[in-house]
């Protein structure tokens, strides 16, 4: 089945301690995204990845980081996290053509004390 | 660069009745839309999505959109609600080929429908 997952789905954490949330897709896809969701505020683009090592910031990289080693991997990683970190994560992929449509993860829910 | 707006956070229908829920964006290039919908404790689904052509599109679900350019307009509709249409909609909007913002999927701020008996 073709799909994006996620792990952990939920997450709780306390301030300063170094996470990693996983992605994964089995659709070839060369594009990848993370996005945090906020009440409010819709879906926000933090990181994308064009293909394996290419990355660039999205609308609200910090306090994030990530990696493309592999093309269907986009993990990400929260050094340090704070507060508000605490949110709704979402991965997606799309393939490489002008469609643009994304394929959505189930979500991780974070929580930060 | 590229925003969406969706307007009204809220819209409550009674079953049977017409689902309206409004999208504008503004994009500097031919723009890619869709709309996605989010049902309680999930992830995103997409409904619909205009990249070229006819303007009026059909998706899941009986719901439809149409692009209106002059109107930089992506309202979504459905001519009969059901229960099961409760769930939270999102408008995005990306930029076509060859322009900056190629991939880059911006969402608007979400609208929760409720539908009553």
């Known amino acids: 089945e073709a799909q994006v997952t996620q792990n952990p789905r939920y997450l709780i954490t306390v301030t300063g301690k170094k996470l990693t949330v996983t992605c994964s897709q089995n659709?070839?896809?060369?594009?990848m995204s993370w996005y945090r969701q906020d009440p409010g505020l819709g879906l926000r683009q933090i990181y994308y990845?064009?293909?394996?090592?290419?990355?660039d910031k999205g609308d609200v990289p910090e306090g994030y980081k990530v990696s493309r080693k592999e093309k269907r991997n986009f993990p990400l990683i929260l050094e340090s996290p704070s507060p508000n970190q605490t949110s709704l994560y979402f991965c997606?992929?799309?393939?490489?053509?002008?469609?643009?449509?994304?394929?959505f993860g189930p979500g991780t829910r974070l929580t930060v004390l | 660069a590229q925003s969406v707006t969706q307007l009204g956070s809220h819209v409550s229908v009674s079953e049977g009745a017409l689902v309206l829920l409004r999208c504008n964006y503004s994009?500097?290039?031919?723009?890619?839309l869709f709309w996605y919908v989010q049902y309680p404790n999930q992830g995103l689904q997409l409904l619909l999505k205009?990249?070229?052509?006819?303007?009026l599109v059909k998706g899941i679900n009986g719901f439809e959109a149409e692009f209106k350019k002059s109107e930089t307009s992506f309202h979504l509709t459905k001519p009969s609600a059901h229960m099961s249409d409760a769930a939270e909609y999102f408008c995005?909007?990306?930029?076509?080929?060859?322009?900056?913002?190629?991939?880059?999927?911006?969402f608007g701020q979400g609208t929760i429908l409720t539908v009553h008996p």
């Open positions: 997606a992929s799309t393939p490489g053509t002008g469609l643009n449509e994304q394929f």
């Open positions: 659709m070839n896809h060369e594009y």
């Open positions: 990845s064009m293909n394996v090592e290419v990355t």
């Open positions: 994009s500097s290039v031919p723009p890619y």
């Open positions: 205009y990249t070229t052509g006819a303007t």
């Open positions: 995005a909007v990306s930029g076509g080929a060859g322009g900056t913002s190629y991939g880059k999927l911006t």
